[in-house]
């Protein structure tokens, strides 16, 4: 058996590490999808993919604001 645990150190979706998320966040994830890259922070919904969904949520998390 083997135990894999993951930490994500940055606030999901801040692609921009500026310290909070925002539409050009979101732009971010879209062009990644677009491009077929990963990166966990990009990851909003936690799948596994960065995919439109993961861009909805972020621009959902900016409108709450």
Same mark, same amino acid.
């Given at each position: *058996? +083997?135990k894999i645990t993951? *930490?994500? *150190? @940055? $606030? $999901?979706?801040?692609?921009?590490? =500026?310290? &909070? +998320? %925002?539409? @050009? &966040? @979101? ?5 990644? #999808?677009? !491009?077929? =890259? #990963? %990166?966990? !922070?990009? %990851? @909003? &919904?936690? &799948?596994? =993919?960065?995919? *439109?969904? %993961? ?6 998390? #900016?409108? !709450? !604001?």
């Open positions: *058996t +083997v993951v *930490t994500a *150190t @940055a $606030q $999901q979706g801040n692609l921009s590490g =500026e310290g &909070d +998320v %925002d539409v @050009a &966040d @979101a732009v971010r994830v879209i062009n990644m #999808y677009l !491009k077929g =890259e #990963y %990166d966990v !922070k990009a %990851d @909003a &919904d936690g &799948d596994g =993919e960065v995919n *439109t969904a %993961d861009a909805v949520i972020i621009i959902n998390a #900016y409108l !709450k !604001k």
